[in-house]
């Protein structure tokens, strides 16, 4: 039988359970380690009619500075358990893991399928929501099923692969089923002795040069190294990590769009740049838009500012409020609609706007 209440407690600061950390409290904040758990805490928030807030590893939000309203609940359901499914293995994964210690332990046992998101911060329970991807892989081509507990008909479902409707940085659960469903668990199926994909020319720049094929383990390493270059790898010491990640998407083009941008970049004597992985999905570089709205790396507004290493990322500079952050993302969005007609669209999730 589930427990009636499991400890919840009142006004915790949210700023510090964030990557980019900015934004107020929630009125209420429970820590989840089991299904039970989940179960009373949606029955404490219905009970009092408060909304519900999943956080993961707070590593893709922007909490707004009145903070949330309602209740917040993290999951700490961690387990890693893998299981053999033919000529390949089945992990079956608690939401509340930390991904990159996943990647770390798939990477250890010689899996394939996960190493090229080494170094994404957040937890096993974030990555099917925005479907994460990064340098030629995504979470959609491993994912198997999703264990969700549904608020909305009160009991655990298994959603298929097909279920969450992955899409580029799109899945259900961002949106149409936006806040419908708490994952509990997922399971990836990935591929024992198989090599590492190489599809990005970052990567494969790497390895120019080593005549044998690099280990899952040695990708890994160059995957985490790239991103410490970008700034995209959390570390204390490095004031550009202190984000949400990239804050825009690359936009996905219509025909018409992609003439009007090559109309407008040869009239500044500008050429868009090619590059194969983004065209084949019809996407253009949002950095590459950023850098040629008169902004740049290292543009300082207030507290926030965009990262030193990369025009995406917007970053607080110690002590920077969510206002500061949101002036900075409508100052990029506006510079960018002015000189090129094309709406960035943000990444992250705004909470308690
Ligand atoms: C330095 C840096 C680099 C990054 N690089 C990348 C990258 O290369 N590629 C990429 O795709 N992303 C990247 N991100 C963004 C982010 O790390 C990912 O989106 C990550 O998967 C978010 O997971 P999280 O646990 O931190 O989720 P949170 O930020 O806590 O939450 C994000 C959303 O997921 C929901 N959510 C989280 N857990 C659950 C759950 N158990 N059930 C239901 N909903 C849930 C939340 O409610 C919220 O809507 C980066 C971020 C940073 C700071």
Redesign the pocket.
Known sequence: MPRETMNIRQNVPLAPLT?LGVGGNARFFGEAASLDDVEAAVRFAQDRNLRL?????????VISDQGWDGLVIK?GIDQIEPRPAGDQVVFEVG?GAD?DGFVAHCVSQDCAGVECLSG????V???P??N???YGQEVSQTILSVEVFDVAEKKVRNLSAADCGFRY?TSI??STERGR???VRVRYRLTPGQGPALLYADLQKHFAGQHHPPTLAQTRDAVRSIRARKG???HPGDPD?R????FFKNPVLSSAERTELMRRASARGLEVPSYPALEQQHKVSAAWLVEHSGLRKGYVKGNAAISSKHALALINRGGATASEIIALKDEIQGAVSDTWGIGLEAEP?FVGF
């Open positions: 990557t807030f999943v956080l993961g590893g707070g590593s893709n939000l999951l939401a991904w994404i911060p957040g937890s329970g974030g990555t929501v925005q994460v991807g990064a940085r659960f961002n469903f708490i994952i995209m790898l959390i990590s984000s949400a990640g990239s999730v």
